[in-house]
């Protein structure tokens, strides 16, 4: 099942912060995110696998819900390279094992 | 080195048409799998091999066919294929077909069905 993602869309000046979070019907046993660039393929940012767990990439940090089965991604200081449709992936289980399925995106469009 | 290479990267076919995809990673990964992206969507996961055998088919049409010939290389064969399929191809592997393993993407290989 697809994971949901809020909001649909930002837009943002340089330097200012965005959060984008991703939920689940489903339990987790791991949250991806990606960032894809028009035309480009979906690069990949971190992966969280337990719950409450952190992670950090320059300006980029994640956190992982387990309880809530959610996942926010945290863009601080945001420049322009951040532009771009961000994903979350999740895997669930069940029958859903081995299957990363993406949420819908968020496009993040930073202006100067 | 997180490389996956797919070709060719721009793909034009009529309906009676027969073409292939190919992927390749040098990584070590013993999972490779094909997504399909329409514009504006999020990526679709067709088909997942784990250890070079077909491991997630997820109900794709017969006129998509993959292949594994070896740990590195995934073919998808195309054949008559609809003008609807036309879209973004994604190829990527990880270290294992598990939730903990890093799914790293190709550039991708645009295909139009005409």
């Known amino acids: 099942q697809q994971p949901v993602q809020s909001p649909q869309a930002v837009i943002l000046r340089e330097g200012e912060d965005a959060v984008i979070n991703c939920s689940s019907s489903?339990?987790?046993?791991?949250v991806h995110w990606y960032r894809q660039k028009h035309g480009e393929a979906p690069v990949f940012l971190m992966i969280l696998l337990k719950g409450g767990e952190q992670k950090g990439h320059e300006k980029i940090s994640a956190s992982f819900n387990e309880k809530k089965q959610q996942s926010s991604l945290y863009l601080t200081a945001s420049q322009l390279s951040y532009s771009g449709t961000y994903f979350c992936g999740t895997h669930a289980g069940g029958t859903s094992y081995g299957k990363l399925t993406f949420g819908q995106g968020t496009i993040l469009t930073v202006h100067p | 080195d997180t490389e996956v290479t797919q070709t060719p990267k721009h793909l034009v076919m009529g309906m009676t048409n027969k073409k292939s995809l190919k992927c390749e990673q040098h990584m070590g990964h013993r999972a490779m799998y094909w997504y399909k992206q329409k514009a504006k969507k999020p990526p679709e996961l067709m088909f997942v091999y784990s250890y070079e055998k077909l491991s997630i088919n997820e109900s794709v049409p017969s006129r998509f066919s993959p292949e594994c010939p070896n740990s590195s290389l995934l073919n998808l064969h195309l054949h008559a294929l609809q003008p609807e399929d036309s879209a973004l191809y994604l190829c990527?592997?990880?270290?294992?077909?598990?939730?903990?393993?890093?799914?790293?993407f190709g550039e991708g290989s645009w295909l139009t069905v005409v």
């Open positions: 990527a592997s990880s270290q294992e077909q598990a939730f903990g393993y890093t799914i790293y």
């Open positions: 489903k339990a987790l046993y791991s």
